[in-house]
């Protein structure tokens, strides 16, 4: 019996929901049983019948350029030196740049690295060859993988070369389990994945959810969720015109969140403004940020 912790960091939109998502099937499978915060790591559970696999889905590392910024840096860090395996996933399709750089120079790991160059659908040969070439230099000892997430080719071997680098181990999860505390945070990421679809760049970047609650009212599940914005103009924006926009976010969020949880339930989701909540170091605490 294998087991392990693998954490996944790189940019954003390289593709680690992805990746986690494809090797673990489904969304219910997706919990999260250590996560202390909102924009901490999920946690995908892989198991088969000789290997239990906790994948931790990092918030993408970028320069920290402001306190939430620093939060998640440090979140993504201390990730890292927790795992037995690390994978670096790197768009395939884009050159090395100032951000891969920055990257790369704060990556601190002790573990095994894969270095995983996804998106090779949207590229070729040559291109891909001059990104490895970089990597390799960079990390000469590490893996590298080749893998299409979106289609899942590549995505097998990918989880034959990490069991390979795990060690003998206990189960550490029973993956039935999924806990309230899980459930609520599983919940936020659901409603914010819909702020990001819906809206444009800078209202869902502003934007935070917190599930506050999960009750049984007259025999019908309530769920209770806010989205703290930063202003009052996107609070406009996030209810829009007559409401319509809270209204699509709320009906795409209770169809996926009734996925989650098996059952049919009731979505009440707030808007709520705490001014530049992203600056707010007491703000960030309480909501369960760790500093
Ligand atoms: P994350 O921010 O790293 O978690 O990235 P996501 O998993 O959210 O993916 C970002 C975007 O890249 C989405 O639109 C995905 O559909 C797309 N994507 C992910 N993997 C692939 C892939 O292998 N090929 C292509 N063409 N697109 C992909
Ligand atoms: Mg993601």
């Known amino acids: ?90 768009d395939a399709g884009h050159s090395y740049n100032d951000d891969d750089a920055f990257l790369c120079e704060h990556i601190q790991f002790d573990c095994k690295l894969v270095v995983v160059f996804n998106k090779i659908d949207t590229t070729n040969i040559e291109l891909i060859s001059i990104v490895k070439k970089k990597y390799e230099e960079l990390f ?4 590298f993988a080749e893998i299409c997430a979106k289609d899942g080719f590549g995505v097998e071997d990918l989880v034959k070369t990490i069991k390979n680098n795990l060690d003998e181990g206990p189960r550490y999860f029973d993956v039935t389990q999924v806990t309230d505390r899980d459930l609520k945070f599983r919940i936020q990421e659901i409603v914010r994945e819909k702020l990001l679809l819906l809206l444009k760049e800078e209202v869902p970047h502003g934007a935070m959810v917190m599930c506050e609650d999960i009750r049984q009212e007259g025999g019908k599940t309530v769920v209770y969720a806010n989205i703290i914005v930063e202003k009052d103009g996107h609070k406009g924006i996030v209810i829009g015109k007559g409401g319509k926009m809270i209204k699509k976010i709320g009906t795409y969020s209770r169809q996926d969140i009734e996925q989650l949880i098996g059952k049919h ?16 170091s007491s703000f960030l605490a309480r909501s369960g940020y760790k500093f």
């Not at 009440?268 to 530049?276: A, F, G, H, Q, S």
């Open 265 to 280: 339930i009731i979505l009440d989701l707030n808007v709520k403004v705490v001014e530049n909540w992203r600056n707010s």
């Open 140 to 143: 000469p000892s590490a893996i």
């Open 1 to 90: 019996m294998k087991s392990g912790f693998v954490s996944i960091i790189g940019k954003p939109n390289v593709g680690k929901s992805t990746l986690i998502n494809r090797i673990i099937g489904s969304k219910i499978s997706i919990v999260s049983p250590k996560s202390q915060t909102t924009r901490n790591s999920i946690e995908g559970i892989y198991n088969d019948d000789d290997s239990q696999i906790v994948f931790i889905d990092t918030p993408g590392i970028h320069k920290p350029f402001n306190e939430l910024g620093k939060a998640l840096d440090k979140i993504s860090y201390g990730t890292i030196r927790d795992c037995e395996v690390c994978l670096l996933m790197v």
